[in-house]
C-alpha cells in the first residue's frame, strides 16, 4: 500500500535561500499568497526537469517558510504530479519540499540574468536546464 503524502509529512518549509528568492520572485511578480510563489517554483522545478538533490549549496529546509501540506495542496494533485515525475521516489512531499526551493532559486537567477522578464516567459521560453 502507497502511503499518502500528507501522512508521510505535515510540514514542508523552504530553504533560506529559498525564501530570499521567493522574496526575489515576488519583488518582479507579486502574488496576494507567498505559497503561490513556492507552487510556482515548484512548477518552474518541474518545467525545467530539475532533480531533487540537496547538494551542499542547498541550504536547510526549515530556514524559510514553513508550510502546512494540506493547505500547500489541499486537493492533492500537486503531490500526485510531482509523484508522476518522479516515481521511483518514496517521500514525494520531501521531493516537492526539495523542488520547490529550487525552482525558486533558479527562477530568481533567471530574472537576475534577464532570461525570464514575464510570467509568459516561464511557461513557454526555450530554457532548459543548466
Do not use: C, W
Not at 521567493?22 to 510563489?37: A, I, S, Y
Amino acid at each position: 500500500m502507497r502511503e499518502t503524502p500528507t501522512r508521510a509529512r505535515v510540514n514542508i518549509a523552504l530553504t533560506g535561500p529559498a525564501e530570499l528568492a521567493r522574496d526575489e520572485v515576488n519583488d518582479r511578480f507579486p502574488f496576494r499568497e507567498k505559497q503561490q510563489l513556492v507552487r510556482l517554483g515548484l512548477a518552474y522545478a518541474l518545467r525545467l526537469n530539475l532533480e531533487p538533490v540537496r547538494d551542499a549549496h542547498f541550504g536547510r529546509a526549515g530556514d524559510g517558510q514553513n508550510m502546512n501540506v494540506g493547505s500547500f495542496d489541499p486537493s492533492g494533485e500537486l503531490f500526485e504530479l510531482v509523484r508522476a515525475f518522479h516515481p521511483d521516489q518514496r517521500n514525494v512531499a520531501e521531493v516537492a519540499e526539495t523542488l520547490m526551493s529550487l525552482g525558486l532559486v533558479r527562477l530568481a537567477e533567471d530574472i537576475r540574468n534577464s532570461e525570464v522578464s514575464r510570467i509568459a516567459d516561464i511557461l513557454y521560453s526555450g530554457n532548459e536546464p543548466a
